[in-house]
Nanobody, 115 residues
């Protein structure tokens, strides 16, 4: 089993920044990818950013140039640096880890962008 603990959400003004963290623990042998998904009120969950074990990254078009995903493999931790935040970035952000082909999800952390 893999457990995920997210942190770093909160209330921020438009144009502000936040950094989300997600630490994986448990019986971890091989993480293939770590990513952040988000779900805005009344909308489906969508990919924000993902980083693979070889370092390749992918971003949703809506966050390109503003969000940066990174990882510390020694700590089994993934980060999401979010700059130039917009009200439409308001959502619950979920961490997802692909471990041995199995997906594991965190409980989510709320990000609210509002003045």
């Amino acid at each position: 089993q893999v457990q995920l603990v997210e942190s770093g959400g909160g209330l921020v003004q438009p144009g502000g920044s936040l950094r989300l963290s997600c630490a994986a623990s448990g019986r971890i042998f091989s993480i293939n990818a770590m990513g952040w998904y988000r779900q805005a009120p009344g909308k489906q969950r969508e990919l924000a950013a993902v980083i693979r074990s070889d370092g390749r990254t992918n971003y949703a078009d809506s966050v390109k140039g503003r969000f940066t995903i990174s990882s510390d493999n020694a700590k089994n931790t993934v980060y999401l640096r979010m700059n130039s935040l917009k009200p439409e970035d308001t959502a619950v952000y979920y961490c997802k880890v692909d471990h041995y082909g199995m997906p594991y999800w965190g409980k989510g952390t709320l990000v609210t962008v509002s003045s």
